[in-house]
């Protein structure tokens, strides 16, 4: 009995070693489970990345977007549409790989912060597509509407098109900052009724410019309208 005392003792200061190796065993699969997960993250989002962005590039999106105020300010920043979404699904697809990987080491804290941020990553990608989208479509309708003012020769529609582009820019910049969850209460309250009086001085504007410039052509056109429909 006093030689299995004497052993305990010996022992005892050792079992925290143990303990410790014990542990390190049991975490190890984990460990390598996780290592790979992320290996395997690491590739899927770069080969994902790639696809996207070369669809995106066949698609023609940044030479559309280059066409823009907005894309012309991206470019000078050396960053392009294309590549813009090849980080964001890198980076989508890494986040996922790295909530997979803590999941599995069961660390409750980590796994709750990646989640939060893997969860709000389609927000973002929501947020770039309204405004890159908004963007091309309202410099795509400016453009024909600029185009027709200098056809027609009206004056003072030049004015009219620039102060429309920045109304129309502002409505789709708020459309967008809605998908990242920011509280805009505020913003709506002293914004809205001066965008809707903005709105309607603009509709006004234009409907009177166009009026008064088409006035004076109207009989031309109508002759040319009548001489299309004779021929025919």
């Given at each position: 009995?006093?030689?299995?005392?004497?052993?305990?003792?010996?022992?005892?200061?050792?079992?925290?070693?143990?303990?410790?190796?014990?542990n390190?065993?049991?975490?190890?699969?984990?460990?390598?489970a996780?290592?790979?997960?992320?290996?395997?993250?690491?590739?899927?989002?770069?080969?994902?990345?790639r696809?996207?962005?070369?669809l995106?590039?066949?698609?023609?999106?940044?030479?559309?977007?280059r066409?823009?105020?907005?894309?012309?300010?991206?470019?000078?920043?050396?960053?392009?549409?294309?590549?813009?979404?090849?980080?964001?699904?890198?980076w989508?697809?890494?986040?996922?790989?790295?909530?997979?990987?803590?999941?599995?080491?069961?660390?409750?804290?980590?796994?709750?912060?990646?989640?939060?941020?893997?969860?709000?990553?389609?927000?973002?990608?929501?947020?770039?597509?309204?405004?890159?989208?908004?963007?091309?479509?309202?410099?795509?309708?400016i453009?024909?509407?600029?185009?027709?003012?200098?056809?027609?020769?009206?004056?003072?529609?030049g004015l009219?098109?620039?102060?429309?582009?920045?109304?129309?820019?502002?409505?789709?910049?708020?459309?967008?900052?809605?998908?990242?969850?920011?509280?805009?209460s505020?913003?709506?309250?002293?914004?809205?009724?001066?965008?809707?009086?903005?709105?309607?001085?603009?509709?006004?504007?234009?409907?009177?410019?166009?009026?008064?410039?088409?006035?004076?052509?109207?009989?031309?056109?109508?002759?040319?309208?009548i001489?299309k429909?004779?021929?025919?």
């Open positions: 009995m006093a030689n299995g005392d004497l052993t305990a003792q010996v022992l005892a200061p050792f079992e925290p070693v143990e303990e410790l190796a014990r390190v065993i049991l975490f190890l699969p984990n460990l390598i996780a290592i790979i997960i992320l290996i395997i993250g690491w590739i899927i989002g770069r080969i994902l990345g696809v996207v962005a070369e995106l590039d066949r698609l023609g999106v940044d030479d559309a977007l066409k823009t105020s907005a894309g012309k300010q991206i470019e000078r920043s050396t960053m392009n549409i294309s590549r813009l979404f090849d980080l964001i699904v890198r989508f697809i890494y986040l996922i790989a790295i909530l997979a990987a803590v999941s599995i080491l069961q660390i409750p804290t980590l796994t709750a912060a990646v989640a939060a941020i893997v969860a709000y990553i389609p927000n973002i990608v929501a947020f770039i597509i309204i405004l890159v989208a908004g963007f091309i479509l309202i410099d795509w309708l453009d024909i509407l600029q185009n027709m003012g200098e056809t027609r020769q009206i004056q003072g529609f009219i098109a620039m102060l429309l582009r920045a109304f129309l820019y502002f409505v789709v910049a708020i459309l967008a900052l809605q998908q990242l969850l920011i509280d805009l505020i913003i709506y309250v002293f914004v809205v009724p001066v965008a809707w009086g903005v709105g309607l001085g603009l509709g006004a504007a234009i409907a009177i410019i166009v009026g008064l410039g088409m006035r004076d052509r109207a009989p031309e056109l109508m002759d040319q309208l001489g429909v004779k021929g025919e």
